[in-house]
Structure formats: C-alpha cells, structure tokens
C-alpha cells in the first residue's frame, strides 16, 4: 500500500508564502516524476509543477517565478515553494507521484489534497 500525504496549505494574504510538502510512505520500490496539481471552484484539475527523479522542472506559465517544486529522494517527499500569493491562486492543491510499490509496476497515486486560500 502507498499513501501521499500532504501538508502546509492554509490562509495567507496576497503577496504571502506558504511551502507545501508531500511525504510518500508505504511499500515503495522507487518513484519516479512528481507533481503538484490544483483544482478551484467549479474548474478542472491543472498542473502547476512536476519534477523528475534527476530534478528536472517544469512550471505552469502562471506560476513560473512565483513557486518552485523540489524533492528529497531518500525521504521520498516533494516540496513546493509558493511566493507572491495572488488570491486566484486559491485551490486544493494535491500531489501525485508515479511509484513503483513492491506489489505493482509503476502507477499514479494521489494525495488527499490541502486547501490553500489567497484572501485579505
């Protein structure tokens, strides 16, 4: 069984910070890309970032330079670093991670999702 868990969303104001972290634990073999995808209101789920096992990025264009994504391999969490909040980037957020467990070959798992909230 794995699970994703993630932790660090909340309230903050415009222009705010938060990090938002991401273990993933249980009968893991490896991972592969990570990710962390919002989904607000009454709109679809969008990627906002996904890294590689080597560390490559790649950023949704509204939020490139605003929020970065990072892994720690050996504590197989992934991390995203949001600056200069702006209130339409109020979501849930959730992470994903393409894992290979002890039991299956390699398939998406998903979070339970942290609300963040952009507001005055």
């Known amino acids: 069984q794995v699970q994703l868990v993630e932790s660090g969303g909340g309230l903050v104001q415009p222009g705010g910070s938060l990090r938002l972290s991401c273990a993933a634990s249980?009968?893991?073999?490896?991972?592969?890309?990570m990710g962390w995808y919002r989904q607000a209101p009454g709109k679809e789920r969008e990627l906002v970032a996904a890294?590689?096992?080597?560390?490559?990025?790649n950023y949704a264009d509204s939020v490139k330079g605003r929020f970065t994504i990072s892994r720690d391999n050996a504590k197989n969490t992934v991390f995203l670093q949001m600056n200069s909040l702006k209130p339409e980037d109020t979501a849930v957020y959730y992470c994903?991670?393409?894992?290979?467990?002890?039991?299956?070959?390699?398939?998406?798992?998903w979070g339970q999702g942290t609300q963040v909230t952009v507001s005055s």
């Open positions: 249980g009968s893991i073999f490896s991972i592969n890309a």
């Open positions: 994903n991670g393409n894992i290979r467990s002890f039991a299956f070959s390699f398939r998406v798992y």
């Open positions: 890294i590689t096992t080597g560390g490559s990025t």
